[in-house]
Each structure stands twice: as C-alpha cells, then as structure tokens.
C-alpha cells in the first residue's frame, strides 16, 4: 500500500528566508503527488501537484516543489517565506486502489515564522 | 461562492447519539468524499463516492455511513456515536471519477465533539 512520510513534525523559519519542506513517498508505480496547505482553522488548499513530464512543479503562493524518483521524494521549496505562510502543510500521493480512490497523506508539518 | 460547504461547522454531542453531516459542492464535480482529521492532524480518507461507486475504506467502522441524494450532495450520517469519533470531517470533490490522480477541492471542515 502507499504511504507517505513527512519527517518533520514542525519547522522554525525566520520571515524571509527560504524553506524546505521533505516529503518521501511509497508507491510501487508512478505515483500521483500533491501539496496542500491548511490554515488554522480552514480547509486544506491545493498548492501544486506532479502528475507528469517536468519534475520540477510550480505552485500558488510562490512556492515549487521537485520531483526526484530516484530519492522517492517530492520536495517543497520557498525562496522566502513571509508570516502568512505560517500554516500547516501536507503532502500527499494519490493512488488507485487499495481503500478509497482517494489521496494517502502525510502527518503534516507544522509551519512556524519568527518575525 | 463557496466550492465545497458543510454544516454545521461545530457539533458538539453526546455519546451513543446519531448525527448528520452535511456536504454540497457546486463545482459540478462527479466524485465526492469524506476525510477524518484526527487530534494529531492525520488526514485519511473514509469514502469516495461517485454517481457509480461507493468505495469505503476498509478501517471505517461500519456505525459511518454516506448518504447522497444528488450529485452535488454527499452526507455522512454516524450511528451510536463514540468518543474516539471527535475529529474534523473534511468533504472534498474532484471532477472526474479518478480521484487518486486529481486536484480534490475540500470543504472548511466540521468540528465534531463527543462528549
């Protein structure tokens, strides 16, 4: 079954610098990969996702992320971030089968930006 | 106008109770699901459910049922009501009948408590 892992729980970024956020993946074919951002108390937002073709993906909000097969990983990036980003951010691979033709998702990584 | 609504967004009950929760998308999307956020932020998905197919994930107990009276709709009713039932419920739709490899758009959430 698929499964994704977002190694870190929170992250500390001062405004203005840049950001990484890890996800790693499970899946035994291509997979289908998406980012999503949740605001305190809101629903979660599509900021990019990977399909196909060119493995580096641009997003909303000024953020890209990278797909690498070979680390099974697919990377979310910021050049700068500022205090509205504070948020908490999820990866996600959708995958056919295997319970719900839905999106598996990481745990989340909480966002924190000291001013 | 909103995309995905549901009502209400708090409810607060008591256990062993029945209650419903309310979903409408107005994207005309074809496919539509319920996902449980629970305490430590862990999205997984419960149902997907098209005008076709209910695909249920096998871990939701079988007290969580989805009712959908039309395309735009999809409810999520739950039966005998238990403690570890207090979570956020998130619904989301896609366009097409491929959920693993689409942009699913999500509702802002119901807070359920189970007192």
């Known amino acids: 079954a698929q499964s994704v892992t977002q190694p870190d729980i929170h992250i500390t970024v001062s405004e203005g610098a840049s950001l990484e956020l890890r996800c790693n993946y499970s899946?035994?074919?291509?997979?289908?990969l998406f980012w999503y951002v949740q605001s305190p108390g809101q629903g979660l937002q599509l900021l990019l996702k990977y399909f196909s073709g060119d493995t580096l993906v641009q997003g909303i909000k000024g953020f890209e992320a990278e797909f690498k097969r070979s680390q099974s990983s697919f990377n979310l990036r910021k050049p700068s971030v500022h205090w509205s980003d504070a948020a908490e951010y999820f990866c996600?691979?959708?995958?056919?089968?295997?319970?719900?033709?839905?999106?598996?998702f990481g745990k989340g990584t909480h966002l924190i930006i000291q001013p | 106008d909103t995309a995905v609504s549901q009502t209400p967004k708090y409810l607060v009950t008591q256990m062993g109770n029945d209650k419903s929760i309310k979903c409408e998308q107005n994207l005309g999307h074809d496919t539509m699901y319920w996902y449980k956020q629970d305490s430590k932020k862990f999205l997984k998905i419960m149902f997907s459910?098209?005008?076709?197919?209910?695909?249920i994930n096998e871990t939701v107990p079988n007290r969580f049922s989805p009712k959908s009276p039309d395309k735009a709709h999809l409810n999520l009713h739950i039966n005998s009501l238990e403690l570890g039932d207090s979570a956020v419920y998130f619904c989301?739709?896609?366009?097409?009948?491929?959920?693993?490899?689409?942009?699913?758009?999500f509702g802002p959430g119901t807070r359920l408590l189970v007192l």
């Open positions: 989301a739709s896609s366009e097409g009948l491929a959920g693993y490899q689409e942009t699913q758009y």
């Open positions: 899946y035994g074919a291509t997979p289908y």
């Open positions: 459910y098209n005008n076709k197919e209910l695909i």
């Open positions: 996600a691979v959708g995958a056919h089968g295997g319970g719900a033709d839905g999106l598996t």
